[in-house]
Structures are given as structure tokens and as C-alpha cells.
């Protein structure tokens, strides 16, 4: 499974990559105008740090979408264009497929919906799982359903789940078999987390310096001072 994150912060994406398991970042125009900073450079940066950066168009009628798809496809090899699940979109994507820009087919809530980005040769779909939950509906068996109808047909378009609000949003997905899993960097974080390996490690540490004198030091005192 990839993990990408979802945020328009360029701090947060530089802070994730250090731990060296990020594959890519997902941004949406409301990500973005949080950060208040200019859109294509934000997305330059991006790309600069990891593999794969999905952009955002904000028009809504097809003649737009391409030239904005366009606009931000230019910007770097890394990116993917995100288009919203509309009609228009497919117009658009018919377009910029044939000129090789790849897209991300975003706010879908339904296997109806995933079923026509796989037909039209979107390279992510991105299903909004913790949305479909705050409607008191069940995000993961919209995900489920996504997958098994993905299945048969073998579709090459990559399922990107998406809205993603806790650890076990994360494992459920992982568990299904979405190809990605995008998150803000507050759930990423959380991810690493567990209160025994807390206690363990305490418990290592202080056993370990009651015994230190006998034990002596992992890197002797002189190394350590002749390495600084
Ligand atoms: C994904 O591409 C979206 O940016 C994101 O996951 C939306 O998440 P939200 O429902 O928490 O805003």
C-alpha cells in the first residue's frame, strides 16, 4: 500500500518524508487556500520532495478543465491532475488522457461513480470514505464494493482512499486492498503509535542503565567523542 498525504503544507509533506515512507501527496482547492500561498509554487515544492503530487482544477465545465489540467500538468512530471466526479470531467479527461497527463477522478461516494473513472482510464480514483461515515452511511463498504467490481475487469486505475480520519480507517483500507491511502499528517502520525511500545521502551531504558556499568557504553566514550 502507498501512503500519500493529504495536506497543502509543504512543512508537513518535508517533516514526512524524513521517515522515508511517503509515496506522494493529495491536495484539494480547500487543502490550498488554507495555506495561502501561491498554487504553483506550493505544487513545485511538492514535487520537489516526493514521486507523486495530485493538483487540483477548479473549473467545472470541460473547456476549462483542459486548459487548467494543462496549466498544472506543465508544472512537473510528478503530478497528477485531479477532476471532480462530474460529467464535464470525462469530456476533459478524454483530452488530456490522449496527451498523456494522468488524472484523479475525486469526490466519489459511490461504485457507480469509481466504475466510469475505471472506464475512462483514470489513473487514481479517490473515494471519500470518512465523508460517506459522517453521513451515518459505511465508507468502507463503498471502498469493498469499489474493489470487487474493480476485480473481474482487471482496471489498471488505482484505487486512492481517501478522507481518511483515524489509524483504522487506514488498516480497514489497507485490509480491502486499496492500492493508496492519503491522510493528514495528524493520522499518519497516529499510525505509529501504540501505548505498549511506549511502556516497552521505557521499561528497556531504565533496565538497561541500572545495569550501564557493567554493560558499558554501545559506542565506547572515545569513539563517540572522536566521531563529534
Ligand atoms: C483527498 O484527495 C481529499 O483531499 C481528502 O482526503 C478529503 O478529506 P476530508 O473529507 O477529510 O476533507
Known amino acids: ?42 505544487l513545485l515544492e511538492m514535487c520537489a520532495l516526493v514521486e507523486i503530487v495530485n493538483g487540483e482544477v477548479v473549473a467545472t465545465e470541460a473547456k476549462r478543465m483542459i486548459v487548467e489540467g494543462r496549466e498544472i ?30 488524472t484523479n477522478v475525486t469526490l466519489v461516494f459511490s461504485p457507480a461513480q469509481a466504475l466510469l473513472a475505471a472506464k475512462a482510464g483514470a489513473y487514481f480514483v479517490s ?17 469493498r464494493d ?25 488498516v480497514e483500507a489497507a485490509k480491502l486492498g486499496a492500492h493508496i491511502a492519503t491522510m493528514p499528517l495528524k493520522v499518519f502520525q497516529q499510525l505509529f503509535k501504540h501505548p505498549l511500545t511506549d511502556r516497552g521502551l521505557q521499561g528497556f531504558l531504565a533496565d538497561w542503565e541500572k545495569a550501564r556499568a557493567v554493560l558499558g557504553d554501545i559506542v565506547p566514550q572515545e569513539t563517540a567523542k572522536a566521531k563529534k
Do not use: C, W
Request: glycine share 6%.
Open 1 to 42: 500500500m502507498k501512503f500519500f498525504l493529504d495536506t497543502g503544507n509543504v512543512e508537513e509533506i518535508r517533516a514526512a518524508t524524513e521517515l522515508g515512507i511517503l509515496d506522494g501527496v493529495t491536495t484539494n482547492p480547500t487543502l490550498m487556500a488554507k495555506e495561502g500561498k501561491p498554487f504553483r509554487d506550493a
Open 73 to 102: 500538468a506543465a508544472l512537473h512530471p510528478n503530478i497528477v491532475v485531479k477532476l471532480p466526479m462530474l460529467a464535464e470531467s470525462f469530456k476533459a479527461m478524454k483530452v488530456l488522457h490522449a496527451e498523456g497527463i494522468r
Open 127 to 143: 473515494p471519500f470514505l470518512g465523508r460517506v461515515d459522517d453521513i451515518a452511511n459505511d465508507g468502507m463498504q463503498v471502498l
Open 146 to 170: 469499489i474493489l470487487e467490481v474493480y476485480r473481474p475487469y482487471n482496471f489498471q486505475t488505482q484505487v486512492l482512499a481517501a478522507s481518511l480520519r483515524h489509524p483504522m480507517h487506514v
